[in-house]
């Protein structure tokens, strides 16, 4: 069973403040994306990584794929209380075609 | 473009009463999908459709969970009866193709929260 763990549950920081979230996970996976979402809101895609130990930007996120395709991390740089919401991680299935989520993040950033 | 459209937002029922979603998704995609969110937790796939065929219902309790995609494009989940523990939010999620998920990202719409009282 693939399953990913996400940490910490809870992360509750001050405006300005840099954070990293964690994805992991004991199998292998073809690629990890990465999902925010709001309150009363489905997810929205971030960032797809593919490759073993890719990195990826996306203004003050940063985005890496383990180089084992078995865990990624989240950093966020000078967080603003925009960036609060649910980060989900996720993984393609065996087959390729849907995708299995983790327990998610929650952040709260306050001013 | 229109993004995947749910209905009901919202859904209060007793258990052991039967409840019907609806989801149409974005024009054009093959792939649908419905997804379980229980609160505190990540989305669970419950049944994937390539237009209207099943992929994987591997995860749907199909002893009281139904669901069908009959032309290939609009979408019905429908529970009966209800338990307290489907409480839940109820995502749909199309994608262009059933190809690797990788470059074919999936959309959702913004679920319907399920309350069973």
């Known amino acids: 069973t693939q399953l990913l763990k996400q940490s910490p549950q809870f992360l509750s920081i001050q405006e300005g403040e840099n954070l990293t979230v964690y994805c992991n996970s004991s199998?292998?996976?073809?690629?990890l994306q990465w999902y925010r979402q709001e309150p009363g809101e489905g997810p929205v895609l971030l960032v797809t990584?593919?490759?073993?130990?890719e990195v990826k930007k996306l203004k003050r996120l940063t985005f890496q794929f383990g180089d084992a395709r078995k865990d990624s991390s989240l950093h966020i740089t000078a967080a603003q209380t925009g960036d609060t919401g649910l980060y989900l991680c996720?993984?393609?299935?065996?087959?390729?075609?849907?995708?299995?989520f983790g327990k998610g993040t929650t952040l709260s950033v306050s001013s | 473009e229109a993004g995947v459209a749910q209905s009901p937002r919202y859904k209060i029922i007793e258990k052991r009463q039967s409840v019907a979603f609806w989801c149409n998704p974005i024009?054009?995609?093959?792939?649908l999908y419905w997804y379980q969110q229980i609160l505190g937790q990540g989305p669970k796939l419950l049944i994937q459709?390539?237009?209207?065929?099943?992929?994987?219902d591997s995860q749907l309790p199909k002893d009281r969970f139904s669901a069908e995609r009959l032309k290939g494009v609009d979408s019905t989940l429908k529970i009966q009866p209800a338990k307290l523990e489907d409480s839940a939010v109820y995502l749909c999620?199309?994608?262009?193709?059933?190809?690797?998920?990788?470059?074919?990202?999936?959309?959702f719409g913004n679920g319907t929260r399920l309350t069973v009282t």
């Open positions: 024009s054009g995609h093959a792939t």
């Open positions: 999620a199309s994608s262009p193709t059933g190809q690797q998920i990788y470059n074919s990202p999936l959309h």
């Open positions: 990584v593919v490759t073993g130990g």
């Open positions: 459709f390539q237009n209207n065929g099943v992929v994987d």
């Open positions: 996720a993984g393609a299935n065996q087959a390729g075609t849907a995708l299995i």
């Open positions: 199998s292998v996976f073809s690629s």
